[in-house]
């Protein structure tokens, strides 16, 4: 893996105005100054509860909804200032796989129609264009039976594998898997994962892999980000996150996650926390955790903690490891 | 119990051979098609048994075909031409009773099935040619209203914002007025402007003569019933406008939509590839019923004088007419109005049953079922 990154994310910010009867009452701060970077070639995971942001933040970076500020750089270049040939460039490069399967095919267009539709509009030179579909199909595991098929005629699954195949048909070099397994049953789980995985491999690809699956984001992902409530509160390869977290949010999130052991549980320790994440409307000042966090300080209610490299390679936005290096 | 599986009636059949031939004739014109479209061919299969198990549905559709064949065939089968008036000494009634026979002051010998209006028109004649009228009315309306209300809406569920602000309110506009006054002041108003520009464009007076299946010598009095086309599409529009707009601002939520986006594909393809395609079936139930709705107000408004005028045939002037001369001349109200009552009835029966047809769960519990009753025979 070449330690050059693909995606360069500054500062990036979305809020969505509340509207009230005359004006604006306030914003949901979705994302709220979130900065990172993805190298080619690796997967990047970000992970959170629901409504945490997850998803706002790759609409943002693909440019599918406008960014309130902050700026996102793929290949050097400017996201957000991009125009004709270039912006097609990107739409081409950057690419994302929907979480529902059923409501990211559209029903009245056959598969072929599906997988051809960006090819013919981004030009791409394929040849035969029933060859051309039938070799994607055959890579996500399917076949030339299923050509002139109508989505609904499919399971979840399959119709992920038709997604993913109109992905592949692009030829992109980024692809953002937007919970690309949490609408499909366990069971087709692992062959849709495995099959990125092994795609990656042969082509290279990098990935944005978000999910609120701890176990799935850990077998994906080289490095992983922790959001909570629109910021990132942690950054660390995926080894050393599962084996020592250091954001409070990001133990208790570990500690909840289920081991079939009935030994280590019994014996794991207990961090609990209370209560709800708080309204993205209103966040809390300070730490946006610090309601919720068992370590809380003074501090922690009154400045907001800068995300800090604590490590090489590990970023964590808490006064108690940012206080400990200065 | 590989294509036997269907339990069919005898309608499934017919209906069954009518949608292979058409896809065969769709094969013959672009070679592939039918092996490309196969899971398409079976869905109308299943859209054609929806419709043969709703009675409703059947009589519907059988009086839009038939009111269809008679609007394009009349005027050629009609016994007598529209301007062909008789004048005959009827013993003690100068309108001709239904089933009587004439003889004319030239010696002809004629027989009226449904009797002859007060210039001794032949009435069987003039609802054959009226059915043209209507016909022609109600097409051309659907055709440019509709189309313009689509547009309009999906501009604005689409973009939304001070776009969707601008079109909705000029809409409200629209809506605001009843639709009925709305037409009358545009079917007063219209006349006199068209009939300068169909002064000045003969073929476009050709054209609509055509169309109308009326002769030559009518030409004066074409605007009028072009003014109500104008006026109806003035009023039908909003409508189409405001379904549109809802379903897209729906259909736009889909991830498909998003997935498009993502591709990089333009606004106007995503408008009429993605989002269109996915809220037609409502429009088109609602197009089915508006065909009833306007052949309805089109007889209201040749009733209340607006409309066509003689010699034009048309359905409501009829009535108007033969109003003067009821209870006397009762066949002139109530063979009209009859007819009148069965086009929008067939029109809205059939409307009703392709909500339920285009509904794919509909279609879903359908297949089920006869697969079922196969299954347990």
Redesign the interface.
């Known amino acids: 893996m070449t330690q050059q990154p693909i995606i360069k994310v500054q500062n990036l910010k979305k809020y969505f105005p509340v509207k009230g009867i005359f004006f604006t009452k306030g914003y949901v701060k979705a994302v709220d100054d979130v900065s990172f970077e993805i190298m080619r070639g690796e997967t990047f995971g970000l992970v959170g509860e629901s409504g945490c942001g997850k998803t706002t933040v790759a ?1 943002t970076i ?1 440019r ?1 909804i406008k960014a309130t500020s902050g700026r996102v750089f793929f290949e050097g270049k400017d996201v957000f200032k991009l125009k004709g040939d270039e ?2 460039w990107f ?2 490069k950057a ?2 796989m ?1 979480q ?1 399967p059923y ?6 267009m ?1 598969v ?1 129609e599906i997988i051809m ?2 090819v013919r ?2 030009k791409i030179e394929v040849g035969d264009p029933e060859d051309f579909v039938v070799g994607l199909l055959e890579t996500v595991g399917m076949n030339r039976d299923h ?4 989505p ?2 499919f399971s979840g699954g399959q119709r992920q594998r038709i ?1 993913l195949a ?1 992905i592949l048909a ?1 030829k992109p070099e980024f692809i953002v898997l937007d919970e690309p397994t949490s609408a499909l049953d366990v069971s087709v789980h692992a062959q849709i994962l495995n099959m990125l995985r092994d795609l990656q491999r042969e082509r290279g690809f990098t990935y944005l892999f978000i999910s609120h699956d701890l176990a799935v984001v850990k077998y994906m992902s080289h490095r992983i980000a922790v959001m909570y409530l629109g910021k990132i509160v942690e950054i660390a390869p995926s080894d050393k996150l599962f084996e020592e977290p250091l954001h409070p949010y990001t133990q208790a999130l570990l500690a909840a996650l289920p081991i079939p052991d009935p030994e280590y549980t019994r014996k794991k320790p207990k961090i609990e926390i209370r209560g709800e994440p708080p309204s993205p409307i209103n966040p809390p000042p300070g730490c946006r955790f610090h309601p919720r966090c068992p370590h809380a300080m003074k501090i922690c209610k009154e400045k907001e903690p800068p995300l800090t490299q604590v490590e090489p390679g590990r970023f964590v936005a808490c006064w108690l490891y940012t206080g400990r290096k200065g | 119990m590989s294509g036997e599986e269907y339990q069919k009636s005898v309608l499934d059949r017919v209906s069954d051979l009518f949608i292979e031939l058409l896809a065969k004739l769709i094969d013959r014109v672009r070679p592939g098609w039918y ?6 061919v079976s ?1 109308w299969k299943l859209m054609a048994y929806a419709l043969n198990r709703s009675p409703p549905g059947v009589i519907g559709l059988i009086l839009v075909l038939a009111f269809i064949f008679v609007g394009i065939f009349g005027p050629i089968i009609a016994p007598f031409s529209y301007r062909y008036f008789a004048i005959y000494d009827a013993p003690g009634s100068d309108l001709a009773q239904p089933g009587t026979v004439v003889v004319t002051k030239d010696n002809r010998t004629l027989y009226f099935p449904l009797g002859t209006d007060h210039f001794g028109r032949d009435l069987l004649s003039l609802l054959l040619q009226g059915a043209r009228t209507s016909l022609v009315i109600s097409i051309i309306t659907i055709a440019l209203g509709v189309p313009f209300g689509i547009i309009l809406g999906l501009v604005a569920g689409y973009y939304g914002g001070k776009v969707d602000e601008l079109i909705m309110r000029i809409t409200d506009i629209f809506l605001a007025f009843p639709a009925l006054i709305l037409a009358i002041a545009f079917a007063a108003v219209l006349p006199e402007r068209i009939h300068e520009v169909l002064q000045s464009n003969a073929w476009l007076r050709d054209f609509f003569l055509w169309l109308f299946a009326l002769d030559q010598k009518d030409a004066g009095i074409l605007s009028r019933p072009l003014a109500v086309i104008l006026a109806l599409i003035i009023v039908w529009w909003p409508g189409y406008a405001r379904i549109v707009r809802g379903s897209t601002l729906s259909a736009r939520e ?3 939509v ?8 333009s606004n106007r ?1 995503i408008m009429f590839k ?1 989002i269109l ?2 809220i037609i079936g409502p429009v088109l139930v609602y197009i089915t019923l508006d065909f009833g709705g306007i052949v309805l107000m089109e007889a209201g408004l040749s009733f209340l004088g607006l409309g066509a005028v003689p010699p034009i045939a048309d359905w409501g002037r009829i009535v108007y007419d033969g109003s003067q001369y009821f209870p006397r001349a009762w066949w002139l109200i109530f063979i009209p109005g009859l007819v009148v009552i069965l086009s929008a009835l067939g029109w809205n029966l059939l409307g009703d049953a392709l909500r339920d047809i285009l509904d ?1 769960k509909t279609r879903r519990s359908i297949e089920f079922k006869l697969k079922k009753r196969r299954r347990e025979e």
Do not use: C, W
């Open positions: 609409r693909l599918l912006l097609l739409r081409r690419q994302i929907f529902d409501s990211s095919l559209n029903p009245r056959t072929f539709e960006p509009f981004h050509l002139y098929r109508f609904h005629e997604a109109r692009m | 092996e490309r479209n196969r899971s398409k869905e889909n991830l498909y998003e997935a498009a986006r993502a591709v990089g594909l393809t993605h395609p996915n794919p």
